[in-house]
């Protein structure tokens, strides 16, 4: 503005200067005794042209390119003010495909491709043990932890070497108690990953001894939450499962820890962890067999992989013998990298919304060509008529580019906002594998790139109309003015709303098969019910629930204040929730009453996961009966409930009532009881139908106590307005006692199906905006034809043409490419099946329901987006066509 | 293009430059119908100068640094805008006229015949 101002002003000083000098020399020269009149005209000759002077002067002033592009931004801004619709489809396209890349291509990069915040993260490996005999029920196992201490003191190829293994923590006595996620870890573990605790220190390995363990490390979130982020927090005393640690060192914020079943199906983390204290085994601990440690090892080497393995797998070996003589097995070792640990899972998912992002960015560089042609093929006649005024070719092109670069700016704009909160929508909505590593931030390369390809669409495209009429005589254009289209610019539009079609319907297409699967996915029997159904996961800790007897006695109150509330209609609970627990929890190998050799048979029996239940689990969870009876409310006698995979796999072939009444041994040894199967029940699948579900055997809860539990409570109204009054039930029983979570059974499905839904979601998004980009271009591409062609349909009509004709001709205009898109779209969505099909579920690539229910779509919307067009073809009056210009 | 005589000389723009920066150097701070008359004055009306030309002139040597200008009244109580030479415009002045001392040294020689 200031520029602009200051030059204005220099005009003014040279016509000032000039004038003066004018007077001066007339003066002069009537001084000399010339007439006024001559004197002015002799003055004027020698001054020379003003004007001239006055138009260089000016030029010098500034910079032409400049003074032209403010002209040009201008004539842009009237432009787009006298188009607005035009301006609003380009802005919002540019917008649209801009911000899903962006935002997708910025999660993508963190979650599979940003290196992990730990010290040479690309040398950290999990360590999982194969046993080839059990690998079709249980893929990997972790170490024990004797394991993990016998690789420690033997690795020679990993002498950098750490575990980690769950652990929760009720923290109580400075606020409202709380239950912790937490881990045990090797003393070694902060120093190992090369993340040094933010506050205090880590732990020291005088610390693995028992007695002195009684350290913590928290989470910087907790420090927060919890302490209001206490500076002098280290050296503080907390208590944690009612015995006294103390805080030694506070994690820094980014802290990355695995967390659920990231490590291993088998040994859940917590969602969020929140604690860490050092693995200090006792002599008891020592002999027990969980197989509950997550080893890690650095492996500087990738040549070292096979000599560790063998290595890892020799020791494991050599343990075994001494630990299970008689058991003969070649277990292997898996190494898996710390990356694939964090995003294996979701990789499949992620990459698949960033291909359908990627689609719906050419769709977008589609329709913006598409707009762009058809403002340039309006625009044809004007720019015909500044040629043959004069105007140079190159100017044109420089106000048609000023154009799309000011719509750039406004669709760039508004795609870095799409961008930015696309980013943190799924940054922070995202499955829990993505949230964990996903930063909110939008990552600038990808946003540039993204922001340059719309824009050079646009330029492109708008300065192929100059280019046109560059090669033909003014003249012509002027003559036909608009009612001619260039026929290659037609065509070229045709095309383009095919290719944008096409795209459509591939992403339409995979939208369908995965809202299918997913509707698959959500209906499926599980072997329990999902809906009327509140649960609460609690774990008794601390001094009060030392004994089985104390903890079954406040489940026993509990249960029964919960079915005393009016509206629940049966309550119970069970140890491990199958919909979340699909492989975790208590697990034994199951022998049959004739086995006699232990050693012989461990390996060949199959495993169970033991689900303890008390009274009323199966009425509220709605476990199918197959055979047998239920548990009573009482249960004398050693009873046993058995699931279908479990009874079919220790007696093949038979139905599952042959079960009843024979007897099984749950592991460990020869002298465990014999326990006589009483009923046989539906398998409980996992909530993300992810895998076949472990076999179980159910166990009255008085025979197999557990602290902790999950608490079903059905109802027959809404049963989150339950969760109140549960909680005040827990309460009054105990008010120290954290409720870990409380959440209904869908909710609780639900977050099984995150990934599913996530990717399921995106898909359909995008594919409905790469349907509404296309439904605009055949709009377009049809309107265009019938406004361009107005007085040949006019001719023709009243040349007596039948107006059912004239919009079956409107109509084909927009429709054959529509046809022609989803033909090639629906051949290369079957042809590019192969990357959808693992993430499909109870459908083929070739579904039926969903191709029918793209083609439908995509045929009735292309149809209204052509009819309205076609309408107003045949509704033209002839007489006023005629007068058209 | 205005009428003139034959025998005057078209004045180039690098040449008109210099003899503005020239004047300015020699008569101090002056208005642009000064700078004119002193020309004219000096060269004997043998020169054929678009007055107005000088003001592009000024131009040009204001946005190379080598003049300042600003505004005052002159003699006979007009507004005028007053040039004046900067340091930089001396040194100007000082590589111009080698560069034309050496140009006319070699026309001369080459006139001359001279080796």
Redesign the interface.
């Known amino acids: 503005m200031r520029f602009l101002w200051s030059r204005r002003r220099m005009d003014a000083d040279a016509a000032e200067e000039l004038q003066a000098h004018l007077d001066l020399l007339s003066e002069r020269y009537i001084d000399n005794g010339m007439t006024p009149e001559a004197a002015r005209a002799e003055a004027a000759r020698q001054l020379g042209n003003v004007t001239r002077v006055r138009e260089d002067i000016h030029e010098m002033n500034g910079f032409r390119v400049l003074d032209n592009l403010a002209r040009d931004g201008r004539f842009a801004l009237r432009q787009i003010a006298s188009n607005r619709v035009f301006a609003l489809v380009v802005v919002i396209t540019m917008a649209l495909g801009i911000g899903a890349n962006t935002a997708i291509l910025s999660v993508a990069y963190s979650v599979l491709l940003k290196p992990l915040p730990y010290a040479n993260a690309d040398e950290i490996y999990s360590v999982s043990i194969i046993v080839p005999e059990r690998r079709e029920q249980i893929p990997s196992l972790p170490a024990t932890v004797q394991v993990f201490l016998a690789w420690q003191r033997g690795s020679k190829v990993f002498p950098a070497i750490t575990a980690l293994t769950p652990w929760d923590a009720n923290v109580t006595g400075d606020g409202e108690p709380a239950s912790l996620g937490g881990a045990e870890v090797a003393t070694n573990f902060f120093e190992f990953l090369g993340v040094p605790p933010a506050r205090g220190r880590g732990f020291i390995t005088d610390e693995a001894v028992p007695g002195n363990d009684r350290v913590v490390v928290i989470s910087d979130g907790l420090w927060r939450r919890r302490y209001g982020a206490d500076r002098a927090i280290v050296g503080k005393s907390i208590s944690l499962n009612g015995e006294p640690y103390e805080i030694v060192g506070v994690a820094p914020p980014s802290f990355l820890v695995p967390t659920r079943a990231q490590l291993n199906a088998i040994i859940p983390f917590a969602a969020r962890i929140d604690i860490w204290k050092p693995i200090a085994p006792a002599p008891a601990t020592l002999n027990n067999e969980s197989w509950n440690h997550a080893v890690l090892v650095r492996m500087a080497n990738p040549a070292d992989r096979k000599r560790g393995q063998l290595e890892l797998a020799g020791i494991l070996t050599d343990l075994a013998r001494v630990q299970m003589p008689g058991v003969k097995t070649e277990p292997l070792i898996e190494l898996v990298a710390v990356r694939d640990i964090y995003s294996a899972r979701v990789r499949r998912a992620v990459l698949l919304v960033v291909a359908a992002a990627a689609l719906l960015l050419v769709t977008a560089c589609a329709s913006i060509a598409n707009v762009f042609l058809a403002r340039g093929a309006s625009r044809a006649p004007e720019i015909a008529l500044r040629l043959a005024l004069g105007a140079g070719r190159g100017r044109i092109a420089a106000q048609m580019v000023t154009e799309s670069l000011l719509l750039a700016v406004i669709g760039g704009g508004l795609g870095v906002v799409f961008a930015a909160l696309g980013t943190r929508l799924l940054a922070e909505s995202g499955p829990d594998d993505i949230r964990a590593l996903s930063t909110t931030a939008v990552d600038l390369p990808f946003l540039l790139s993204a922001i340059a390809l719309t824009v050079l669409t646009g330029v492109a495209c708008a300065v192929i109309p100059v280019l046109h009429a560059n090669r033909r005589e003014p003249a012509d254009d002027l003559k036909d003015a608009a009612r001619h289209t260039p026929r290659r610019a037609a065509l070229a539009r045709q095309v383009l709303v095919g290719v944008e079609m096409a795209l459509a319907t591939v992403l339409l297409s995979a939208g369908a098969l995965l809202l299918h699967s997913f509707l698959n996915v959500m209906n499926t029997d599980r072997g329990y019910e999902i809906d009327g159904l509140l649960t609460a996961d609690l774990s008794l800790a601390g001094q009060r629930y030392q004994s089985g007897d104390a903890q079954r006695g406040f489940y026993d109150d509990l249960l029964q204040r919960v079915r005393a509330l009016p509206s629940v209609v049966a309550a119970g609970a069970i140890n491990n929730l199958p919909a979340v627990s699909a492989a975790d929890g208590p697990s034994r190998a199951i022998l049959l009453s004739e086995d006699t050799d232990f050693a012989s048979v461990v390996l060949v029996r199959p495993v169970a996961l033991i689900r303890s239940v008390t009274p009323g689990y199966f009425a509220a969870s709605g476990t199918t009966l197959l055979a047998g009876r239920l548990f009573d409310d009482v249960e004398p006698q050693l009873a046993a409930i058995i699931s279908e995979s479990l009874a079919a796999r220790l007696w093949p072939g038979a139905p599952a009532a042959a079960a009843i009444g024979k007897h099984v041994r749950q592991g460990g040894n020869m002298s465990t009881p014999l326990i006589p199967v009483v009923g046989v029940v539906a398998d409980a699948k996992p909530g993300g139908l992810d895998r076949d579900p472990i076999a179980a055997i159910y166990r009255p809860y008085a025979q197999w106590p557990s602290a902790s539990m999950t608490i079903l409570a059905r109802t027959e109204s809404d049963p989150a307005a339950l969760a109140g009054a549960i909680k005040a039930e827990i309460r009054s029983l105990d008010p120290d006692l954290p409720i870990t979570a409380m959440r209904t059974m869908r909710e609780v499905v639900s977050s099984t199906v995150s990934q599913r839904r996530f990717q399921t979601t995106l898909m359909l998004l995008f594919a409905i905006v790469a349907l509404l980009l296309g439904i605009v271009g055949v709009y377009g591409v049809t309107n265009y034809a019938v406004g361009s062609r107005t007085r040949d349909i006019g001719v023709r009509l009243a040349l007596g043409a039948d107006r059912w004709a004239v919009m079956r001709w409107a109509f084909a205009i927009g429709f054959r490419p529509v046809l022609l898109g989803l033909a090639a779209g629906l051949v290369a969505a079957l042809l590019s099946a192969n990357a959808i099909r693992a993430a499909l579920f109870g459908i083929t690539s070739f579904d039926p329901i969903s191709l029918a229910f793209v083609t439908a779509t995509l045929l009735t919307t292309a149809s209204l987006a052509c009819y309205f067009p076609a309408r107003r073809a045949a509704a033209i009056d002839p007489v006023t066509a005629l007068r058209h210009d | 293009m205005?009428?003139g005589t034959p025998d005057r000389t078209d004045v180039l723009q690098g040449m008109l430059d210099m003899m503005v920066l020239q004047t300015l150097d020699t008569m101090g701070a002056m208005?642009?119908?000064g700078i004119?008359r002193r020309i004219e004055q000096i060269s004997d009306a043998m020169l054929k100068l678009?007055?107005?030309?000088v003001?592009?002139s000024l131009?040009?040597l204001l946005?190379g640094g080598w003049i300042t200008a600003s505004w005052g009244t002159s003699e006979n109580n007009?507004?005028?805008?007053f040039y004046a030479i900067t340091r930089a415009g001396r040194k100007q002045l000082v590589a111009e006229s080698e560069k034309w001392d050496r140009l006319s040294g070699v026309i001369a020689r080459l006139r001359t015949g001279e080796k």
């Open positions: 205005s009428k208005h642009g119908y004119a678009n007055e107005g030309t003001y592009t131009m040009r946005q007009r507004r005028a805008r």
